[in-house]
């Protein structure tokens, strides 16, 4: 990659699982004058708002890697079929 080049992802949470992990990435990148493409936008590290943006998404993306069905079920003292169907939507009839 070179200075002004697009580093493009379709999805956060495939780029980064951590925000340790997000700023040093994003760090490196921005520090050869790579941008971050998220999709079609485009976000700037050294930009604030492009900062916090992206630090957002990796708090995110972090806490959905981390809690399970199981842990959400247990909070909120449901099943966990429950969950799934929040998540995932009902079944539908085949």
């Known amino acids: 990659m070179w200075d002004g080049s697009v580093f493009t ?3 956060f949470d495939r780029f980064a699982r951590h925000m ?18 998220l999709g079609a936008p485009v976000y700037d590290w050294n930009d604030p708002f492009g900062r916090l943006f992206l630090q957002t998404l990796a708090m995110v993306a972090e806490c959905e890697s981390e809690v399970s069905l199981a842990d959400l079920a247990t909070e909120y003292s449901v099943g966990r079929s429950t969950i799934h169907r929040i998540i995932h939507g009902p079944e539908t009839p085949t």
Not at 20 to 37: C, D, K, M, R
């Open 9 to 11: 992802v379709t999805k």
């Open 20 to 37: 340790a992990e997000a700023n040093e990435i994003l760090t490196g990148l921005s520090g050869h004058g790579v941008l971050f493409g």
